[in-house]
C-alpha cells in the first residue's frame, strides 16, 4: 500500500531528514512509526502526502509512484489519505458537523450525501451530541475525534495520522487510539507516527522504529524500546 | 467544474465575506477610493475636451477696430468683410452699441455697469461663419485688412489657449490616472492578501482534505469579485453624482460645459468593470501565492 524505496530527504539547509529508507505497508496494516522528534516522522508523513518531493528513491501509494503524479492531480491523491494531525487543524469558524462536511464538499460530493454521512460518521467517533459545537467549545480528545471523522468520512483506504495523541492526557488518548483500531478493522490501513510509549507498548503492532533518518528496527507486534 | 459546486462557492464566499468584515471592508474601501480618483481622471478631462469641442463650434469671429480708426475705414473695412465667401453675416457694433450691451450685460451689477464710459470699448465688427472650420483663413483676411492679432477673437486662437492648457493637464491626468491605477492594483492585492494571509491555516486545511487548487482559490476570487463590485458601484455612484453637480452648477455660470461631454452610463460600468477586474485578479494571484502547500 506505501512503499518507501532507497528514500532520501535533504532539505534545502543540507538537514538530512531521511537517509535511504526502504519499508514496505501492506493493505490492512496498522503501523506505528516512533523515533525522538527531529527522526523523520513527520517528512515521512509529508512524503507521503506529496508535500514534499524526496531528494533520491522513489515512493508508491496505493499503487502510483509518487513521482509521476502532476501537481494537478495531487488533490485527487490526497483524496485517498485521511489525514490526523496533532494540532488538529479544524477549522474554528465551523461546527464540528461543518467541519467534516467540509471534507466532503471539498471534493464535490453530493450535498445530499453530506446530510446523511456527517451526522453517521460524527455518531460513529462517539460525538453524535456535539454536531453544532465549535471546535474552541470542544475538549482536546473531541476535537482530535472530529478530525478523526474529517479524515474517515469519505472512507479512504489510507488513513495516516501525525502524533495524533500528542497534545492529550493518557487517558484520552486510549480512545483515540481505540478509534483508529476500529478504523483499522474496517480493512483501512493505518500509519501511526507517535513517541507516545504507553500507547505502542500497549497496542503491540508492528513498530517502524526511526532514528536520525534512518529505519533501525522494523518489528512485527513490537514495542517502543529495543526489547531484549 | 461540477455544477452544484457554485452553490459551495456561493455559500463560502458570503460567509467569508461576512467573517472577515473588517478586511471586507478595507478592501472595498481601497477599491471605492482608487476607482473613485479613476473617475475624477475621467471626468476632468472628459470635460476639458468637450469645452475644445463647444469652443470648436463656436462660428462667431470678433475683430475690434483701433481706436483711432475713422468712419472712412470702418465702412471701407465693412464693405470688404461682407464680401467674404465664409461669411454669413456680418453685425457692425458702434462703440455706443459696445457700451449698451456691457450696461445689459451687468445690469444686476450697477458698479461695474457705469465704470466705463463710452470711449473704453471698442468698436467692432462681428461675423457668423457659415462653417467654424474656416475662422482660421477668415482671420487671416482680416489680418490682411490691418487687423491686428490682438484684435481679433476668434475660436482658434481660445482653441489654440486651451490646447496649449489642455494638453499638458491632460497628459499630467492621463500619468497620474496611471499611476493611481497601479497604486490602486497594489493596494488592493495587498488588502486582499492580507485577507488570505489570516485565513492560510484554512487554505492549508482544504489542501490537505483534497482540495483542488480551482476549488480553493474559487471563494476566494468570488469574494474579490464582490468586494470589487461594491467598492466600484459605490465609487460609480459617487462619481456620476459629481458629475451632474458639477455640470449643473457650471452652466448656471459662465463655462461652456456640456453634460454631452459625458455618457454618464458608460462611465459607470466602465469604472465598475475596471473595480471588478482589480478585485478578481487581485485575488487570483494573492491566493497563487498560498497554494502551493
Known amino acids: 500500500m506505501i512503499y518507501f524505496n532507497n528514500v532520501t530527504k535533504v532539505y534545502d539547509n543540507d538537514a538530512v531528514a531521511l537517509e535511504d529508507v526502504n519499508l514496505g505497508i501492506e493493505a490492512g496494516e496498522f503501523v506505528f512509526l516512533v523515533g525522538a522528534s527531529g527522526s523523520g516522522k513527520s517528512t515521512m508523513m509529508r512524503l507521503i502526502l506529496k508535500e514534499l518531493e524526496p531528494s533520491r528513491g522513489n515512493i508508491s501509494v496505493n499503487g502510483v509512484k509518487l513521482g509521476a503524479i502532476p501537481r494537478r492531480y495531487v488533490p485527487k491523491h490526497r483524496r485517498n489519505l485521511g489525514c490526523v494531525f496533532q494540532d488538529y487543524k479544524l477549522l474554528p469558524n465551523k461546527t464540528a458537523a461543518e467541519n467534516v462536511a467540509y471534507a466532503m464538499e471539498v471534493t464535490g460530493q453530493k450535498r445530499r450525501a453530506v446530510r446523511t454521512k456527517v451526522p453517521q460518521i460524527l455518531d460513529l467517533v462517539g460525538l453524535k451530541d456535539k454536531l453544532n459545537a465549535f471546535p474552541g467549545q470542544l475538549s482536546g480528545g473531541e476535537q482530535q475525534r472530529v478530525s478523526i471523522a474529517r479524515a474517515f468520512v469519505s472512507q479512504p483506504p489510507i488513513l495516516i495520522a501525525d502524533e495524533p495523541t500528542g497534545n492529550l492526557d493518557p487517558e484520552t488518548s486510549v480512545g483515540i487510539m481505540q478509534l483508529l483500531h476500529r478504523i483499522n478493522h474496517i480493512g483501512t490501513t493505518v500509519l501511526v507516527a507517535t513517541h507516545d510509549r504507553e500507547m505502542v507498548d500497549v497496542m503491540r503492532k508492528r513498530v517502524v522504529a526511526l532514528e536520525a533518518g534512518r529505519v533501525v528496527r522494523d518489528k512485527v507486534r513490537g514495542g517502543y524500546a529495543n526489547e531484549v | ?293
Not at chain 2, 95 to 117: C, M, N, Y
Not at chain 2, 261 to 273: D, E, K, P, Q
Request: proline share 2%; net charge negative.
Open chain 2, 1 to 293: 467544474m461540477r455544477s452544484n459546486n457554485w452553490g459551495f462557492f456561493l455559500r463560502e464566499a458570503v460567509k467569508n465575506l461576512r467573517l472577515n468584515l473588517l478586511m471586507s471592508v478595507t478592501a472595498i474601501t481601497t477599491t471605492a477610493v482608487c476607482v473613485m480618483i479613476l473617475g475624477a481622471a475621467l471626468l476632468v478631462s472628459a470635460h476639458l475636451q468637450g469645452i475644445i469641442r463647444n469652443v470648436g463650434q463656436d462660428v462667431t469671429i470678433t475683430a475690434f477696430f483701433p481706436e483711432n480708426a475713422s468712419q472712412e475705414t470702418i465702412d471701407d473695412t465693412l464693405s470688404s468683410v461682407q464680401g467674404y465667401p465664409e461669411v454669413s453675416e456680418s453685425t457692425y457694433v458702434s462703440r455706443e452699441e459696445a457700451l449698451d450691451r456691457w450696461k445689459e450685460t451687468f445690469s444686476d451689477q450697477p458698479d461695474i455697469a457705469s465704470s466705463v464710459g463710452s470711449d473704453v470699448l471698442p468698436a467692432s465688427i462681428e461675423l457668423q461663419l457659415n462653417d467654424p472650420r474656416d475662422s482660421g483663413a477668415v482671420a487671416e483676411k482680416l489680418r490682411s485688412e490691418g487687423f491686428e492679432e490682438g484684435d481679433l477673437n476668434y475660436p482658434q486662437q481660445t482653441i489654440d489657449n486651451l490646447n496649449w492648457f489642455t494638453g499638458y493637464m491632460v497628459w499630467a491626468l492621463r500619468v497620474a490616472t496611471i499611476l493611481f491605477l497601479i497604486a490602486s492594483i497594489l493596494l488592493i492585492s495587498n488588502a486582499i492578501r492580507l485577507s488570505i494571509f489570516a485565513r492560510r491555516k484554512e487554505i492549508e486545511v482544504m489542501k490537505l482534505v483534497g482540495a483542488s487548487d480551482t476549488f480553493v482559490r474559487t471563494p476566494f476570487v468570488l469574494e474579490g469579485l464582490v468586494q470589487g463590485l461594491i467598492g466600484a458601484t459605490l465609487a460609480a455612484v459617487v462619481v456620476v453624482w459629481a458629475n451632474s453637480a458639477f455640470v449643473n452648477w457650471a452652466q448656471s455660470y459662465l463655462f461652456s460645459v456640456s453634460s454631452e461631454s459625458i455618457n454618464a452610463f458608460g462611465l459607470m460600468l466602465t469604472l465598475i468593470a475596471v473595480g471588478v477586474l482589480i478585485g478578481v485578479a487581485g485575488s487570483y494571484f494573492s491566493v497563487r501565492r498560498f497554494l502551493k502547500v
